[in-house]
């Protein structure tokens, strides 16, 4: 049971390069989140999803687009980088509970 | 909207002593109320959270955090802090027990504990 994983722990990229980041939970969660972190900001929440098929946004969402491909993945995409996405991005799972989860990070540059 | 405060950007305490974290928050209705510590490179990890009933509330780590409605806050105590517990602690405000898209997180403040 790895809990919520995260790939990859750290990227760099030039303005307008794309990638995605990927999450994974195991723990058979139905909601999944993703946040940025900013240095004196807290996290701020990019986009959501309340269970398999659905997504919605969240405080900050442009400049990125989502998908939730089952149950355990829930991806980000950065179709054209800026240096304002340089971040730490989180994402998290919440349980039955209302507990909520979250993997390791990923450390984010875009120069 | 809610809103989350926490007045101290960092603290520093020494080992063995006791430790309070502000958090203030603004919100219309009853909040749901979160406190997290992340650990430097790592993810947060949720330390206690307060819904509803007892206004004192135990968490793990041997953290404790009260509900004060009447002066909006929900301050985070620890009677005898130890070198582990250097790390970021967030405070956060929820609408919901299942709104979690709706919380807000507080800044952040970063403790340093002194040997």
């Known amino acids: 049971n790895a809990g919520v994983t995260q790939t990859p722990k750290f990227q760099v990229l030039k303005t307008g390069q794309s990638m995605t980041l990927q999450c994974a939970q195991d723990m058979n969660h139905n909601s999944m989140y993703w946040y940025r972190q900013d240095p004196g900001m807290g996290l701020r929440l990019i986009y959501y999803s309340a269970s398999e098929g659905t997504t919605d946004k969240g405080e900050v969402p442009n400049g990125y687009n989502v998908s939730r491909l089952n149950k355990r993945e829930f991806s980000l995409r950065l179709e054209s980088a800026a240096p304002s996405q340089t971040s730490v991005y989180f994402c998290a799972s919440i349980t039955v509970g209302n507990e909520q989860f979250f993997g390791p990070g990923t450390r984010l540059t875009v120069l | 909207a809610q809103s989350v405060t926490q007045p101290d950007i960092h603290i520093t305490v020494s080992e063995g002593a006791s430790l309070e974290l502000r958090c203030n928050y603004s919100?219309?209705?009853?909040?749901?109320l979160f406190w997290y510590v992340q650990s430097p490179g790592q993810g947060l990890q949720l330390l206690l959270k307060y819904f509803s009933g007892d206004t004192l509330v135990q968490g793990i780590k041997g953290f404790e955090a009260e509900f004060k409605r009447s002066q909006s806050s929900f301050n985070l105590r620890k009677p005898s802090v130890h070198w582990s517990d250097a790390a970021e602690y967030f405070c956060?405000?929820?609408?919901?027990?299942?709104?979690?898209?709706?919380?807000?997180f507080g800044p952040g403040t970063s403790l340093s504990v002194i040997p």
């Open positions: 919100y219309g209705a009853t909040p749901y």
């Open positions: 956060a405000v929820g609408a919901g027990k299942t709104s979690y898209d709706k919380v807000i």
